[in-house]
């Protein structure tokens, strides 16, 4: 695992615990994958995107990553229930 990938997962876990003890409770899967962007967004503070297509920037791509990692299916919690 690369540097920066450690350093992320480091990060997450620690949101996680940080806002288990806040809540008092387990994290739902809204609640990882808000950490996940809090996470994504200290690492990437200055992300220009890629060509202005949703889901390519290099944020989204580490978040999306550190949530498969941790089990979470992304795509079917941010799906457009209209």
């Known amino acids: 695992m690369s540097a920066?990938?450690?350093?992320?997962?480091?990060l997450?876990?620690?949101?996680?615990v940080w806002r288990e003890r806040v809540h008092g409770t387990p994290l739902a899967t809204l609640q990882k994958i808000k950490?996940?962007?809090?996470?994504s967004?200290?690492?990437?503070?200055?992300?220009e995107g890629y060509g202005g297509r949703k889901g390519?920037?290099?944020?989204?791509?580490?978040?999306?990553?550190i949530l498969k990692?941790?089990?979470v299916d992304y795509k079917k919690q941010t799906r457009d229930t209209r």
Do not use: L, W, Y
């Not at 950490?35 to 996470?39: D, E, G, I, L, N």
């Not at 390519?56 to 990553?65: D, G, L, T």
């Open 12 to 16: 997450f876990n620690s949101q996680i």
């Open 35 to 39: 950490a996940a962007r809090a996470v």
């Open 56 to 65: 390519h920037s290099i944020r989204e791509i580490f978040r999306k990553e």
């Open 41 to 47: 967004h200290t690492i990437f503070p200055h992300d």
């Open 69 to 71: 990692t941790v089990g």
């Open 4 to 10: 920066i990938c450690q350093r992320g997962m480091d």
